[in-house]
């Protein structure tokens, strides 16, 4: 049984910082794919950053490039998303999730496995 279990969110100013963290349990996470996806009220949920099963590939979206990085750490079973300069359209629901393809993707139909979310808060 895979469990991913989120946590760094919360309400922080137009310009600020979070670090949003995700462990995951199994044995095989350094084989999965990771990606931090994010959902608003009223809309679908997003593609944010993924990263390949060694680290050595990473994506983004167009809106969160140049602020947002995303890690992972595969002794300590923990992926991370630190976000920088945020803006109040970065506010919404955040989600870790795993894909055992270990090719970073972003359809959000391809994760195989998914955390229960972080709020992520940001005030102008």
């Known amino acids: 049984q895979v469990q991913l279990v989120e946590s760094g969110g919360g309400l922080v100013q137009a310009g600020g910082s979070l670090r949003l963290s995700c462990v995951v349990s199994?044995?095989?996470?350094?084989?999965?794919?990771m990606g931090w996806f994010r959902q608003s009220p009223g809309k679908e949920r997003e593609f944010v950053a993924g990263?390949?099963?060694?680290?050595?590939?990473?994506l983004y979206v167009d809106s969160v490039k140049g602020r947002f990085t995303i890690s992972r750490d595969n002794v300590k079973n923990m992926v991370y998303l630190q976000m920088n300069s945020l803006k109040p359209a970065d506010t919404a629901d955040y989600y870790c999730?795993?894909?055992?393809?270990?090719?970073?993707?972003?359809?959000?139909?391809?994760?195989?496995?998914w955390g229960q979310g972080t709020q992520v808060t940001v005030s102008s």
């Open positions: 199994g044995r095989t996470f350094s084989n999965y794919a």
């Open positions: 999730a795993a894909d055992r393809s270990g090719v970073v993707r972003k359809a959000s139909s391809l994760y195989d496995y």
């Open positions: 990263i390949s099963w060694r680290g050595s590939t990473t």
